[in-house]
């Protein structure tokens, strides 16, 4: 156990073994670029629905996979701004 606060400064916050990249100084995530990144692609799958498709398979598809994948992040959004915080 550290008795003082130069020995807590000198201890490593995060087990390099357990998340190898803290080592190297990156630690951390793109939230805000994870949910633009959502976004398009809801609205690429949206915009395939333009095309030469012959049956309603593939449209059944694509506006279920982008209704999912909304959900999702429309889940995730709520989540960050109510108290049951992930």
Do not use: C, Y
């Amino acid at each position: 156990m550290a008795s003082n606060s130069r020995e807590l400064a000198q201890q490593p916050a995060v087990d390099p073994e357990e998340e190898p990249s803290a080592e190297w100084g990156w630690h951390g995530g793109f939230p805000r670029a994870m949910v633009v990144a959502g976004w398009v692609s809801v609205a690429s799958l949206l915009l395939m629905l333009i095309g030469n498709h012959s049956g309603q398979t593939e449209n059944l598809w694509l506006v279920g996979v982008a209704i999912v994948m909304a959900a999702a992040l429309v889940w995730h959004s709520a989540g960050k701004r109510n108290s049951w915080r992930r």
